[in-house]
């Protein structure tokens, strides 16, 4: 019972004392006087006044003054001292409360897998709880596998009610405990009420659950318990009973009372033998919560992180690297325990920044030698591991009356294996009967564990025999691919250079191929940061075995690009590192990155390689074009010679039938013609008819370059003002349509070879068609940031726009090509391009 209600009844009581109908403040000196006497305590005139409200009262009434009072209307029944005492009580209950409370969500604050400064909270956790405290349920559990952050949830949402307990009236009695606080004598059958007691500072004699009944009806106030930690009890057959008894004892305690609720965190396995002790007793199940995002099938209701809570603690833990994770790769980081294994990478390794899967394995990695091959009954762990998966034979869980021999022999290596999160039991109905099943919690690491057995199976080494059995078996299933991707983990750390390179030829899709050789370049860069990468994989040979597989200029592969980056990054000869640089300053060129060329240049310099192709040096071309492009005055007129040499088909080299031009000559070429196409687009088809007389070869190759080289020959033709000749390109159209069926074309010789189309559209005068074609490149262009063809799409655009009298359309395009050349601060002479 509050003060207030206390002084509203000695109000009344000391008018029906005295007699008087209507207090005046003149009475109040009167009732003081009597009181004095008649208590032999001293009570002032003011203190009366202030008792009825003709003074200002700043502050409560001491306990002297309620006491002497109360001794005046000779009212002091039980029932009546009881109210003051509930007064001073409840405050004392609430205030121990917030202690322990406070102290507990700073204990497990602080044993958080991240700093708890970059959790979040979470929005359902709220939600559940505001639903369940106005209903008439008693507990609510809040029930995953390990790892999934429960105690972090559960500290979030006891520090919001603190906080709003202090920005308003405090009313509930908030107590936030480790279960090892109540639970400390699981092995005895001691009375769970008792220790509650204890904690919050409530009079031994005083019934719990009828206390708070009361307090509950006089004035609202609830008893909110929130239990967390019960993984760290010693919990095995014995103390698992006595554990589960003292929970249901409290639960039916509390019974139909709305003043106890009680919430609590369980792992999924531990709340699974739980409902089955209570799932017989309708009165306790009933008064059970689940939650609104409670899932059977995974025991549990903590639903994994949006995609905006992981880039809210990806940005938290580290806001500019996160910017660079692909969204796939966030998206596999929506267990919090995966999110944990994260920081803590990222903490050993600042400048580790892969883009491939490379990160993500590597913190399954971590993940499985910390709960599995760094603990007690690691060998028993893993031969488990390995036979559930020869036992699944490509289906996602085993009945567990296959494993009963196995659980004999692994039963203690089960038991962590469940209480870990690592595998889960489920139950499914067949024909009526309840059949239990036994699965891996993530697929993950099933595909770990698949990986590990197809290992050992062919040998400890990834052999024909090797690929043969995870084709045969996983043929158009996704886990063919992760376990590549764990095979090329294994190789590169053993340093096996044929197994590689058997690995890397493998028939894959394009997709694939891509993805996979982006996770081997990743992968041999992060063993080299860390002084781990074996010699053998430091020789030349590797290069140029990866590059042979590589698709050359595929600037439209976002892979493309970090793969280069990556294959820089662990390159230990000046001359493969000269021809990375130099494939990321065609981009750089490409994409009129001023700032970015000019670092690069840099790097090349520092290099000091200073190899001529055909007869020019490609330091000096990449200088040349950076003036250009900067729009600085361009005097190299031994440059222009020899450029002018190439052209004319003077330089001293020897026509090839059979030749195909090498890498580093592939891309002197794109730089020439680059150029040619900024300074003197007219001179493009001299420079590509030379290379056809330096390399006829080019034309009926079925090469990535080739394909890239027709493309461009056919843009050449069509974007002059010169007739084209029908037939030579029919036959560039037959040609670039087989090397695509064979997959050797690349999505952006593709695209350009489409954006010749949009010019040839328009020199027939079929200008839908040509602004369909014209439209698709801008989109891809214009997405990979290849800002040079992008000005020039924006052009053709506007002109084709213009031609069909949409004159909003034409301005438009002229409007977005100025602003893309503004942006990147292009020189004049890019406006008339």
């Given at each position: 019972m509050n003060q207030t209600i206390v002084l509203d009844k000695i109000r009344r009581l000391i008018l029906l004392k005295t007699g008087i109908h209507s207090i005046s403040p003149s009475d109040c000196k009167h009732i003081a006087s009597s009181v004095s006497k008649s208590t032999k305590k001293s009570i002032s005139e003011t203190t009366i006044k202030r008792l009825f409200g003709f003074a200002e009262t700043k502050s409560n009434f001491s306990r002297y003054t309620l006491s002497a009072l109360l001794d005046y209307t000779e009212e002091i029944e039980p029932t009546f001292a009881n109210a003051?005492?509930?007064?001073?009580?409840?405050?004392?209950?609430?205030?121990?409360?917030?202690?322990?409370?406070l102290s507990t969500r700073k204990n497990l604050s602080n044993r958080s897998g991240i700093p708890y400064h970059l959790t979040v909270p979470r929005i359902f956790p709220r939600l559940d709880f505001d639903y369940f405290y106005h209903s008439s349920y008693s507990f609510m559990a809040i029930v995953s596998r390990a790892g999934y952050g429960k105690s972090t949830i559960m500290c979030h949402l006891v520090q919001q009610l603190l906080d709003e307990q202090n920005e308003q009236q405090e009313k509930d009695a908030i107590l936030f405990v480790s279960a090892r606080d109540i639970f400390d004598d699981q092995f005895e059958y001691t009375n769970l009420e008792q220790r509650i007691k204890s904690k919050i500072g409530l009079e031994k004699h005083n019934d719990l659950t009828s206390y708070f009944s009361e307090q509950h009806q006089q004035n609202g106030t609830k008893l909110l318990i929130f239990i967390d930690s019960f993984s760290e009890l010693l919990i095995n057959n014995i103390s698992k009973p006595v554990i589960f008894d003292k929970l249901i004892n409290l639960i039916c305690t509390i019974g139909q009372s709305d003043g106890i609720k009680v919430v609590f965190t369980m792992r999924s396995n531990m709340w699974n033998r739980f409902f089955d002790r209570i799932r017989n007793m309708p009165l306790v199940v009933e008064k059970w919560f689940p939650g609104l995002c409670f899932d059977i099938r995974d025991q549990s209701n903590i639903p994994p992180l949006a995609l905006?809570?992981?880039?809210?603690?990806?940005?938290?833990?580290?806001?500019?690297?996160?910017?660079?994770?692909?969204?796939?790769?966030?998206?596999?980081?929506?267990?919090?325990?995966?999110?944990q294994w994260y920081y803590l990478l990222k903490d050993e390794f600042p400048n580790f920044e892969p883009t491939s899967d490379l990160l993500f394995f590597e913190i399954v990695d971590r993940f499985i030698a910390e709960k599995i091959h760094h603990t007690s009954y690691a060998t028993e762990k893993t031969i488990f591991c390995r036979k559930l998966t020869v036992l699944m034979q490509g289906h996602k869980s085993v009945p567990k009356l296959l494993l009963i021999e196995d659980l004999a022999h692994f039963k203690n290596a089960y038991r962590e294996l469940l209480a870990d999160?690592?595998?889960?039991?489920?139950?499914?109905?067949?024909?009526?009967?309840?059949?239990?099943?036994?699965?891996?919690?993530?697929?993950?690491?099933?595909?770990?564990?698949?990986?590990?057995?197809?290992?050992?199976?062919?040998?400890?080494?990834?052999?024909?025999?090797?690929?043969?059995?995870?084709?045969?078996?996983?043929?158009?299933?996704?886990?063919?691919?992760?376990?590549?991707?764990?095979?090329?983990?294994?190789i590169i750390t053993k340093g096996n250079f044929e197994e590689l390179e058997l690995l890397i030829s493998q028939s894959l899709n394009d997709y694939e191929k891509k993805a996979l050789i982006h996770f081997?370049?990743?992968?041999?860069?992060?063993?080299?940061?860390?002084?781990?990468?074996?010699?053998?994989?430091?020789?030349?040979?590797?290069?140029?075995?990866?590059?042979?597989?590589?698709?050359?200029?595929?600037?439209?592969?976002?892979?493309?690009l970090d793969t280069v980056c990556a294959l820089r990054g662990f390159s230990s000869s000046n001359k493969q590192s000269f021809f990375y640089?130099?494939?990321?300053?065609?981009?750089?060129?490409?994409?009129?990155?001023?700032?970015?060329?000019?670092?690069?240049?840099?790097?090349?310099?520092?290099?000091?390689?200073?190899?001529?192709?055909?007869?020019?040096?490609?330091?000096?071309?990449?200088?040349n074009i950076s003036q250009l492009i900067s729009g600085r005055l361009s005097t190299n007129p031994e440059l222009s010679w020899q450029i002018e040499q190439f052209k004319q088909v003077k330089l001293s080299i020897e026509p090839n039938s059979e030749k195909l031009p090498s890498d580093l000559e592939m891309l002197v070429f794109v730089l020439m013609i680059i150029r040619e196409?900024?300074?003197?687009?007219?001179?493009?088809?001299?420079?590509?008819?030379?290379?056809?007389?330096?390399?006829?070869?080019?034309?009926?190759?079925?090469?990535?370059?080739?394909?890239?080289?027709?493309?461009?020959?056919?843009?050449?033709?069509?974007?002059?003002?010169?007739?084209?000749?029908?037939?030579?390109?029919?036959k560039i159209k037959i040609k670039i349509k087989q090397i695509k069926r064979q997959h050797y074309s690349t999505k952006f010789s593709e695209s350009i070879y489409k954006l010749s189309k949009a010019y040839q559209n328009q020199r027939s005068g079929n200008i839908e068609h040509a602004i369909n074609f014209a439209e698709r490149c801008l989109e891809i262009f214009s997405r990979n940031q290849l800002r040079l063809i992008e000005v020039?799409?924006?052009?053709?655009?506007?002109?084709?726009?213009?031609?069909?009298?949409?004159t909003e359309k034409k301005n438009d395009y002229l409007y977005q090509k100025f602003k893309c050349l503004n942006q990147q601060e292009a020189a004049p002479v890019l406006i008339g391009k």
């Open positions: 003051l005492n509930d007064v001073q009580n409840l405050k004392h209950i609430q205030n121990n409360c917030r202690t322990v409370s905006e809570e992981i880039e809210t603690i990806l940005s938290k833990i580290d806001p500019e690297k996160a910017q660079h994770l692909t969204k796939d790769l966030k998206l596999k980081l929506k267990y919090p325990f995966f999110i999160g690592i595998l889960m039991e489920e139950k499914q109905e067949e024909d009526g009967i309840i059949a239990e099943y036994v699965r891996f919690v993530h697929p993950h690491v099933s595909e770990y564990f698949i990986f590990l057995e197809r290992y050992h199976a062919a040998g400890k080494k990834v052999n024909q025999r090797f690929f043969k059995d995870i084709n045969m078996l996983y043929s158009g299933n996704s886990t063919r691919f992760q376990l590549m991707q764990w095979a090329a983990k294994i081997i370049a990743e992968s041999l860069k992060y063993l080299k940061s860390r002084g781990l990468l074996p010699p053998q994989l430091q020789q030349q040979e590797l290069h140029e075995m990866i590059c042979s597989h590589l698709a050359p200029l595929d600037f439209v592969d976002s892979r493309y640089l130099l494939v990321l300053s065609v981009y750089d060129c490409l994409s009129i990155n001023k700032c970015r060329l000019a670092k690069r240049l840099k790097e090349i310099e520092m290099l000091q390689f200073n190899e001529t192709v055909f007869s020019l040096s490609p330091i000096k071309l990449l200088q196409n900024i300074q003197n687009p007219k001179g493009v088809s001299s420079m590509i008819d030379a290379m056809i007389s330096y390399f006829p070869q080019i034309l009926v190759s079925n090469s990535p370059f080739s394909a890239y080289f027709l493309a461009i020959m056919d843009l050449s033709f069509n974007r002059s003002n010169q007739a084209v000749n029908e037939r030579l390109s029919s020039g799409v924006y052009e053709l655009l506007s002109e084709l726009y213009g031609a069909i009298g949409n």
